[in-house]
């Protein structure tokens, strides 16, 4: 069975459209996250849920807006694309925050969705 | 400053090299220290983890964290073609709530 699983793991879309990305985790995991992966491979975070409450948000346009409906679940809802935003966009969960408590938290990654803006 | 930086390569080194990979980060509060491993069109898997400074060792990988200086490294033993990959350091931010991870490494392995 598959950890993180996201869908699609491809989309291609026209500027100006709106699309979604969803994401869901089978390990039972309080946390999720969305990160980007530019071109060059730079993967940065954008947003993170705990308990689906967002607890960081990262410097995004408010284009992008995430939605947790249950613990299991996050997806991310993006306005207006634009080509800069074609990236791979990775989903990821752990078992409560990162550094909790001074454990350390593993983050499991999804298999990314990577989305071409033309 | 960046708060994690990498040499994005490319590496190539011959099949049985030893690889050194390398970062350095700028927050002295880090406490966590990471190295994932990106095969191609896949999502970063975890290869190791390390807590404040010291050594750690799993196999032919060893991570090295010195924090005097704010380095951070990867060693990998007798490499291998299926070692061929990107190579991400990360650290989690002070609230714990997020990974930073560097630019990444291009490895390859050639048979």
């Known amino acids: 069975d598959t950890a993180v699983s996201q869908t699609p793991k491809y989309l291609v879309t026209q500027m100006g459209n709106d699309k979604s990305i969803k994401c869901e985790q089978n390990?039972?995991?309080?946390?999720m996250y969305w990160y980007k992966q530019d071109s060059k491979k730079f993967l940065k975070i954008m947003f993170s849920?705990?308990?689906?409450?967002?607890?960081i948000n990262e410097t995004v346009p408010n284009r992008f807006s995430p939605k947790s409906p249950d613990k299991a679940h996050l997806n991310l809802h993006i306005n207006s694309l634009e080509l800069g935003d074609s990236a791979v966009y990775f989903c990821?969960?752990?078992?409560?925050?990162?550094?909790?408590?001074?454990?350390?938290?593993?983050?499991?990654f999804g298999p990314g969705t990577r989305l071409t803006v033309t | 400053q960046k708060e994690v930086e990498q040499d994005p390569g490319p590496l190539s080194v011959p099949e049985g090299a030893i690889v050194s990979l390398n970062c350095t980060y700028s927050?002295?509060?880090?406490?966590?220290f990471m190295w994932y491993r990106q095969y191609s069109r896949k999502g970063p898997e975890l290869l190791m983890y390390?807590?404040?400074?010291g050594n750690k060792e799993d196999g032919r990988f060893t991570a090295q964290v010195d924090k005097s200086s704010k380095y951070i490294s990867l060693f990998i033993r007798d490499s291998q073609p299926s070692d061929s990959a990107t190579y991400l350091c990360?650290?989690?931010?002070?609230?714990?709530?997020?990974?930073?991870f560097g630019k990444g490494t291009t490895l390859s392995v050639s048979s």
């Open positions: 990821a969960s752990s078992q409560a925050r990162l550094a909790s408590g001074g454990r350390w938290r593993e983050q499991y």
């Open positions: 849920y705990n308990n689906k409450e967002l607890i």
């Open positions: 390990l039972g995991h309080d946390t």
């Open positions: 927050n002295s509060a880090f406490q966590y």
């Open positions: 990360a650290t989690n931010n002070q609230a714990g709530t997020a990974l930073i």
């Open positions: 390390t807590y404040s400074s």
